[in-house]
Every structure is written in C-alpha cells, then in structure tokens.
C-alpha cells in the first residue's frame, strides 16, 4: 500500500496567506455593510423623533421645542446636543435632575417620546461614550449616568443636533477666517420650515469625530431629519472637505464650540448654505 502524503509545510503557509489576504480584503466590507445598517437605523430613528415632533406642535401652537444653543448663555455648538443636568451622585430619580429638559428631551419629558434610546445614533458607540445611550443608565434610569466620575458627568447628551430652521435667511460668520456664509435662520415655527430646512441631524463634532465615517479622518456624511418630516442621508463634499469651518487647525473652531461653525456646515451639507465672496 501507498502512504498516503499531506501537506507540506510550505503548502500550509500558502493555504493561510491565502485565508488571510481574503480576510484582509473582506473586513473591510463587512465593516462597511454594518455601517450603513446603522446608518439605516439612524435615519429610522430621526424618522421617529420627527413624527413626535409634529405631533408636540399639534398640541403646542404649532411650535416645536426652542433650540437650547440660541436661548443658551453662550453660542456654543454642543448646546444643540444638550438634555439635561443631572446629579450625578443621586440615589433617586426625584432628586437627579438639576436643569432642564432642553431641545428634543422635552419630548421624552412630555410623555410625546416613550424611548430614550431613540435619541441615540448606533455608530455613535463607536466614536464616543458620551453620545451613546449607555453611558447615561446607571443605577438611577435615564437621564442618569453610570460612572459619576466620568467626564461632564452633570450633562447628559444625545446624539443629534437639534437645529429646527425657518425659511427666512440670514448672514453669519464662520470659519477661523470668519467668512460670511447665508444659512436658514433658527425657528421653531413649523408653518416657518420646509422639505429644505433641518430639524435634527447628526452630531457634527470634528471631521475625525463623525458618526457616519468614509474612513479614519473623513466623515462620510450625515443623516438629516427635514422640515417636512423626511430624513435624508447628505454627503456633500463641500463640507466634508471644508477644513475652515470643521475647525482643523483650532479647537475654538469646532463645530461643537462654536456654534457659526455648526450651522454653516449643517447648511452645506443640506447644499442650502451659501458662502459669500
């Protein structure tokens, strides 16, 4: 009888450079299929705020909630996102809240939103613990937080800008080279909005920050929920690639400090923004 012959050892090492160059090749666009998955339940879950958002205006003059980053003591960026101010340290939900709701967290407040965790992007997990939804369940529900000694631990978060605009323009600065750039103008009169205008979109904190993400650096674009109520998935280059008003080269340029910034690119992403000469 003949012997039956295996594998060499150089056979082997052929077979698993193999597995891993294919491996190599396929991660890349499994990430990438997972990615819009998320990406598809963001915009599913802007669809969801929207609709309690109209619903708040039936019962409230026609109105949405105020934007908190205009009536806020500072133009700052990441008012948009803002919730709450909690206690960190309390031991019972009547005494964990210090201030607020502010923006769409009236709505959750109001009883118009049962499911917190809608406030929430699912590729946000993946950027930052401060915009994901664990972060702010403890031992207390939310809005709490479950490390007191986390950063900001007092500010609760979601992860989208609430910027609701009316059709009525005007001229605002942006940019460290302060250009003036045309934007819709913050309103929270629905009968003010159109299909062209935003209401919730995305955090839009740094270029290397973004939810949705083309690459390590470069963000891929944004999920925007719209005056009419549709939600649509914007990746205009133009402000993907404007490094002035993402605030490349100065940390007081970021569209989560300033809040300029925030809007024009909110606006050239929308491709309703239009910067002057």
């Known amino acids: 009888?003949?012997?039956?012959?295996?594998?060499?050892?150089?056979?082997?090492?052929?077979?698993?450079?193999?597995?891993?160059?294919?491996?190599?090749?396929?991660?890349p666009a499994l990430s990438m299929v997972k990615e819009r998955a998320r990406r598809v339940t963001c915009g599913s879950n802007l669809k969801q705020v929207g609709i309690s958002l109209f619903t708040y205006a039936q019962d409230n003059d026609n109105k949405v909630p105020e934007n908190y980053m205009e009536i806020a003591p500072r133009y700052t960026g990441f008012y948009a996102y803002a919730a709450y101010w909690i206690n960190?340290?309390?031991?019972?939900?009547?005494?964990?809240?210090?201030?607020?709701?502010?923006?769409?967290?009236?709505?959750f407040d109001a009883g118009y939103l049962k499911d917190p965790e809608i406030f929430y992007c699912p590729s946000a997990r993946?950027?930052?613990?401060?915009?994901?939804?664990?972060?702010?369940?403890?031992?207390?529900?939310w809005p709490f937080v479950h490390d007191p000694d986390a950063y900001h631990a007092n500010?609760?978060?979601?992860?989208?800008?609430?910027?609701?605009?009316?059709?009525?323009?005007e001229v605002i600065e942006c940019g460290s080279s302060k250009r003036d750039v045309r934007v819709h103008i913050l309103d929270n009169q629905v009968s003010n909005m159109t299909s062209s205008t935003s209401m919730l979109a995305d955090v839009i904190s740094s270029q290397s920050g973004a939810l949705h993400r083309a690459g390590v650096n470069k963000p891929a674009g944004i999920n925007v929920l719209h005056?009419?109520?549709?939600v649509l998935f914007c990746n205009e280059k133009e402000a993907i690639n404007n490094d002035d008003f993402w605030g490349v080269d100065n940390h007081d340029e970021l569209p989560n400090q300033n809040g300029?910034?925030?809007?024009?690119?909110?606006?050239?992403?929308?491709?309703?923004?239009?910067?002057?000469?």
């Open 1 to 27: 009888m003949k012997n039956k012959e295996g594998f060499t050892l150089i056979e082997l090492l052929v077979v698993i450079a193999i597995i891993a160059l294919l491996m190599s090749i396929m991660m």
């Open 88 to 107: 960190p340290n309390a031991t019972n939900e009547s005494h964990k809240i210090t201030d607020g709701p502010v923006n769409v967290a009236v709505l």
């Open 126 to 141: 993946g950027v930052s613990d401060l915009l994901s939804y664990d972060h702010y369940v403890g031992d207390l529900s």
């Open 155 to 169: 500010f609760v978060r979601i992860s989208y800008n609430y910027l609701s605009q009316g059709r009525g323009r």
């Open 227 to 230: 005056g009419d109520g549709h």
């Open 260 to 277: 300029y910034n925030l809007r024009g690119i909110l606006g050239l992403f929308k491709g309703t923004a239009q910067i002057m000469d």
